[in-house]
């Protein structure tokens, strides 16, 4: 089946350390985006992607880095220097002018 | 840039009430596109409108596209338990190059 998928799900970030949020998509997508998700608030761009070895930085990029090395991956590195990053993350794809994709999400809290 | 206005931010309706969200754009749109995220979902497309003037129906929810393609509606008529989330719009610019989220209406619906 054709889709978007986010791991891992759920995870545990200790203050001071970097994690990667992995997304990957098989629907041959050009564009790619990252959102944060604080609870109850609305999607705010983190980076987005529109073709392989490229990429833009979005409204809240500080604190974050993305790499776009093939076209079916973009990962999300959460820095140290993201002072907050507790939240939930989704990725999505679209081809232009068309309907975008969400992965289920990942929800990361620093402990 | 491109920007997407949502109002209201919040709504509460009893059950069987009409709920009514709007869409309003800084600029002009290619079209427009319209997400339900249920709580703890991620984003799912519901409908996406193409035309100047442009009216769809799915059952209980009617989707409008305005007449200068910078604004659009989504009512729900009669709501239910189900209809609860958050309804997000979406909007391609008119060369397909930016894609760019509503902040979100918030539903909540009292049995």
């Known amino acids: 089946d054709g889709g978007i998928t986010q791991s891992p799900k759920y995870l545990f970030r200790k203050e001071g350390q970097n994690v990667t949020l992995s997304c990957e998509q098989n629907l041959n997508h050009d564009a790619m985006y990252w959102y944060r998700q604080d609870p109850g608030q609305g999607l705010r761009l983190i980076y987005y992607s529109q073709i392989v070895n490229d990429f833009q930085k979005g409204d809240i990029a500080e604190g974050y880095s993305v790499s776009r090395e093939k076209k079916e991956s973009f990962p999300l590195t959460v820095t140290s220097a993201q002072k907050n990053p507790t939240a939930f993350y989704l990725c999505?794809?679209?081809?232009?002018?068309?309907?975008?994709?969400f992965g289920q999400g990942t929800r990361l809290t620093v402990v | 840039g491109q920007q997407v206005m949502q109002i209201p931010q919040y709504q509460h309706v009893q059950e069987g009430e009409d709920f009514t969200t709007y869409c309003n754009s800084s600029?002009?749109?290619?079209?427009i596109q319209w997400y339900k995220q249920r709580p703890g979902g991620h984003p799912v497309f519901l409908i996406q409108?193409?035309?100047?003037?442009e009216v769809k129906k799915q059952k209980r929810l009617t989707f409008q596209f305005g007449e200068a393609k910078k604004n659009s509606s989504l009512h729900i008529t009669a709501t239910q338990t189900t209809d609860v989330g958050t309804y997000f719009c979406?909007?391609?610019?008119?060369?397909?190059?930016?894609?760019?989220f509503g902040p979100g209406t918030r539903l909540s619906v009292l049995p």
């Open positions: 999505a794809s679209t081809m232009d002018g068309t309907e975008a994709f």
């Open positions: 409108l193409v035309k100047s003037g």
């Open positions: 979406a909007g391609w610019d008119n060369y397909g190059q930016n894609f760019v």
């Open positions: 600029t002009t749109l290619s079209n």
